[in-house]
């Protein structure tokens, strides 16, 4: 695992709005799945930053095929196909380092306000926003989905 925040040139290559969308959308996913079945598992951060997905299957590659909510929606209406594009959002999780996970947890899975994170994570606001883009174009990217972020 790369242990490191990628660096300012890269950070500046990738959009943070459009970045930001697609997390947003496979959150989006996440509440559908949980309305249409409550028992589903979906991948968790822990509170020590490690990742937990329960029904992890090997993948052979961690690139999702498709980012259409309403496409994946459908697909994930078959139980394999679901459990494997879980699998595949933790593989990219677990390419963050632990204070990517927890600016991600904090960002996305908790849904708390930059101040909020600000105050967790003992940073100035500038340092914050580097390590959300970090984190948000290392998890796009492991889907396979960073070339639709570029500015």
Do not use: H, W
């Not at 589903?40 to 490690?50: N, Q």
């Not at 590659?61 to 394999?80: G, P, Q």
């Not at 600016?103 to 994570?121: N, Q």
């Amino acid at each position: 695992m790369n242990n490191t925040l990628l660096g300012k040139d890269e950070l500046s290559l990738y959009d943070y709005v459009k970045l930001r969308n697609i997390i947003l959308d496979i959150f989006k996913l996440f509440k559908y799945l949980k309305r249409t079945d409550d028992k589903i598992s979906i991948p968790k951060i822990t509170c020590d930053y490690r990742v937990r997905y329960e029904q992890f299957i090997p993948v052979k590659t961690s690139v999702v095929e498709n980012c259409v909510l309403k496409n994946l929606m459908l697909e994930t209406r078959l139980e394999n196909k679901r459990r494997q594009l879980l699998s595949k959002v933790t593989l990219a999780l677990r390419k963050l380092n632990d204070l990517e996970m927890q600016v991600f947890d904090l960002t996305f899975y908790k849904c708390v306000s930059e101040d909020e994170i600000l105050d967790a994570v003992n940073y100035g606001k500038d340092k914050v926003r580097e390590i959300r883009k970090s984190a948000c174009i290392k998890f796009v990217s492991a889907l396979g989905l960073d070339y639709m972020c570029f500015k």
